[in-house]
């Protein structure tokens, strides 16, 4: 138990704080998915509509422990704004493996914030976790993102085909794959 308080702790970077969600971030959930630039490529959830659905957000994620998933808040550390989310899914502690998401607003693209907050919660998945390998399915649309995920070393895998039917129309995802040997 000790270890999974520790990977639920709060993280600091040199410009970022990441914190458990909380019911005092529905505004910010709201506000951030609901913006079609960050929902761009999200084809597993439509853009939330109404406050509601980000308190079903917020509930599915807050109080972390025994669950295999966890959603962190990305703050900005000298202005306090909420920048983004970044979290595990699918956390299979026999198999040591899980899966790893992310998403920024649009005014914090292009400046590292999120290649700074994925290496430390990868080091943090590596060492407090116990995983051996971490994986993301990015849109083969996303090169932003499947970009940062090369910079990090992950590796693309593959693709895997019709991964998600969004508004009728089926979308394809690489799969990238990040091993404890490889990063460590």
């Given at each position: 138990m000790e270890a999974e308080d520790n990977y639920f702790s709060?993280?600091?970077?040199?410009?970022?704080?990441?914190?458990?969600i909380n019911e005092s971030d529905i505004d910010f959930v709201f506000t951030h998915f609901s913006n079609e630039d960050v929902c761009r490529y999200l084809y597993d959830e439509e853009p939330l509509t109404s406050r509601e659905e980000a308190e079903q957000i917020i509930e599915w994620y807050k109080n972390p422990r025994?669950?295999?998933?966890?959603r962190w808040i990305i703050l900005n550390k000298e202005s306090k704004e909420s920048?983004?989310?970044?979290?595990?899914?699918?956390?299979d502690k026999k198999n040591k493996t899980a899966e790893i998401g992310y998403d920024l607003g649009k005014d914090f693209w292009g400046k590292g914030y999120m290649k700074e907050?994925?290496?430390?919660?990868?080091?943090?998945?590596?060492s407090v976790m116990d995983l051996n390998r971490i994986q993301a399915f990015i849109s083969i649309d996303n090169a932003r993102s499947y970009k940062l995920?090369?910079?990090?070393?992950?590796?693309r895998e593959g693709v895997i085909r019709d991964k998600h039917l969004f508004r009728g129309r089926y979308y394809?995802?690489?799969?990238y794959s990040l091993l404890k040997r490889d990063f460590m």
């Open positions: 709060g993280i600091e970077t040199e410009r970022l704080v990441l914190r458990e025994g669950k295999n998933h966890n920048m983004g989310t970044c979290g595990y899914h699918r956390w907050a994925l290496i430390y919660i990868i080091k943090r998945g590596f995920l090369e910079s990090i070393g992950f590796t394809d995802h690489y799969c």
